[in-house]
């Protein structure tokens, strides 16, 4: 029996119930919103409720491909063991007196990957399949394990073991930087532009997809340019020309990027989903039309994060802001330390990786803060990948030592400290004053409300 609970959480595991329940298009009857007639807010949810009572997020629309829903985990089970037998057996695969440890690692993260495709829940994306995004995951657990695994080694073990996946690592790199000529003229301009505009511009086109707000992209724009200057004591490749951060940077490749990203989220997000299934598809274009269209979300929530709505709001929004900061500054000291270009492979997989990770990930927290009768937890992608990048963090706090011998500069203690007075300040006046001015009246009214009493007595 499929389990019919209307307050469960979409972000968690589900009872075994029958398949076909589950495919089924959802009842029309809504429950109401808020609790009893009263609203409620996202800190008076019960968030007690047992693992085993959430169910995950369902496909309720198209049951015109069945196939690709059912459970499948005996039938996966056994081509899995199969192809392990082929490659581990078969003497014409690996021949014998062949290094076979490579080879065994792929096979121990493939095997992981199926596992995490079959049996992790579900999270709030549904296209392409429910399963895609079970192995992207799989990878961002793979990829915790293996910083949790290099936060006990030292930098030079670390660097030696990524020899083992490059044998070309473990070589000192020049350092490079970009405030050589820093005389605005268009051939300086000209010259400034290369392969790393157009990373920049998809870069921020993929940030306006996940955070789908124009004011927080542009704030987190401006903020990380500050953290550039803040930071170019310790990475030569921070020091950029004036033009370059705020002209090349912040007005062309970072404006033009959230512009694509944020004009892809409005079509998204007023376009008529009305999914019709194969067998109801006629014709070879529409039915190819359709198959395209399974890589294509399934429905769009636009994003309204609302700031200066609450100090609570307020609060969430400054430390999505600063986790956000630390994973775009976390690969630039990661690639410096352990000596990899930034084309690397392993570098760009990185940033490819954490952006299909936040995807869902910001999805979870912006349902966990802003409608938690349906997310009574935190959802598994957005605790994973907070967990990745404060472990990323760790790492290099750790192998920062004795490697930034520079000390900060004076100017930019006093700029971050008048930067967290003004973050503390203005939340202070915004919500602090107005809520002292009404304890103070209720205050009064109280004192008056007992004078009165005494004088009628």
Known sequence: MAYEDKNVSPTSQAEESDPDALLSPPSDARPEPG???????????????????????????????????RPITLTALGFGLAALSYVAMTQDVLEEGRDKRRVGAY?????????????????PFIRPHPAFWRA???????????????????????????????????????????????????????DAIDIFCLAHALGWFGKAMILRDYWFCWILS??????EYSLQHQ?????????????????????????????????LEVKPYE?????????LRSKARRV??????????????????????????????AVFLAAELNPFYLKSLLWMEPDHPIVILRLAGVFLCALPAVRELYQYINNPRKAKR???????????????????????????????????????????????????????????????????QKRKGKGKGKKAQ
Not at 170 to 189: G, V
Not at 236 to 265: P, S
């Open 235 to 267: 990475l030569a490749n921070f020091a950029e020309c004036w033009w370059d951060h705020w002209i090349l940077d912040v007005l062309v490749c970072n404006w033009l990027g959230t512009y694509l990203g944020m004009k892809t989220c409005q079509y």
């Open 222 to 227: 401006i903020a990380f340019e500050f953290a």
């Open 35 to 69: 609790l009893n007639g009263k609203p409620v807010r996202w800190y008076d949810a019960d968030r007690t409720e047992s693992y085993t009572r959430i169910a995950p997020f369902q496909e309720g629309h198209d049951t015109s491909i069945e196939f690709f829903y």
């Open 107 to 123: 096979a121990a993260v493939v095997s992981f990957l199926m596992f995490s495709m079959i049996q992790f829940r579900d999270g």
């Open 292 to 321: 395209l269209s399974q890589f294509s979300p399934h429905d769009w929530t636009a994003f309204k994060w609302e700031g200066t709505a609450s100090f609570l709001h307020y609060v969430i929004v400054v430390l999505l802001l």
């Open 136 to 190: 992207i995951l799989g990878i961002n657990l793979l990829y915790e394990l293996a910083l949790v695994f290099l936060l006990f080694q030292d930098l030079n073990s670390a660097r030696r073991m990524m020899t083992l996946l490059d044998p070309s690592l473990n070589r000192p790199l020049p350092e490079k930087s970009y405030a050589e000529n820093c005389e605005l003229t268009p051939q300086n301009i000209w």
């Open 378 to 444: 935190m959802g598994q992608h957005v605790w994973l990948l907070l967990a990745t990048i404060l472990t990323e963090l760790m790492v290099i706090t750790k192998w920062s030592k004795g490697q930034f011998t520079e000390p900060l500069p004076l100017y930019v203690r006093w700029a971050w400290m008048i930067g967290g007075i003004l973050l503390v300040l203005y939340p202070a006046i915004r919500f602090g004053l107005p809520s002292v001015r009404k304890y103070v009246g209720k205050q009064k």
């Open 275 to 283: 999914w019709r299934g194969l067998r109801q598809t006629r014709g």
